[in-house]
């Protein structure tokens, strides 16, 4: 039994889910998921309803990248989403090669589409040919011209964090964005990204889940 502790808006989140923000434990596609959907309907809900950005969940990434048909990846996913008028677009890259779950290790690609340039940010640096591949299938429909990965993002000291940065790496970017949208991704500084910073955004979004599954519970008995 595996009771479910929040429904947020798409994301549902049960027990065991909750149970892998505590240190040490690899973050699974449903917690990455609803970081992503609590960006984009709460924290950067402006900036995402302007198309100013965009938060790709990660089962739809993956879908995405074991997708055989382009036509098909492109009308049931693509093109209802709006991507090539979003200016900034985050896509949680898994190292899965199944639709099973699994995976070791977590990055993610940035599409900037002011300068059709697509990012890949890793915090071991072991999941460039998952990007490489993503890139060379989707580059057409993004009209990105080129992959770069970003050297100055930061690197986990441990097996387990990889989520965790791209959670951390996702938000520190929109964040910048949000204040300048105009801001070059490259000059950046990740520096504020540090184990500490990640132990403790792990316990933030625990508390977060527990906080929203509270209020939820709190509605429904009224």
Known sequence: MDPL??????????????SLLNEGNWLNDRIIGFVCDYFENKIFKNECDMSLVAFINPSTVQYLKLCEDFDEAAACF?????????????????????????????????????????????????????????????????????????????KQINSSDCGAYVIAGIELIAEYFKQNNEADIAEIDFGLISPNYIRDLRKKYKNLILLLASLQKSNEST
């Open 78 to 154: 693509l093109e209802p989403l709006n991507l090539k008028n979003k200016k900034i677009i985050f896509l949680p890259l898994n190292s899965n090669q199944s639709v099973d779950a699994g995976g070791t290790h977590w990055s993610f690609l940035v599409i900037d589409n002011r300068n059709s340039i697509a990012k890949h940010l890793d915090s071991i640096g072991s999941n460039i040919k998952e990007a490489e591949s993503f890139y060379k299938k989707y580059k057409k429909f993004f009209n990105a011209k080129k992959l770069e990965s970003l050297s100055n993002f930061p």
């Open 5 to 18: 502790i929040l429904n947020f808006n798409d994301s549902l989140v049960y027990e065991s889910d909750l």
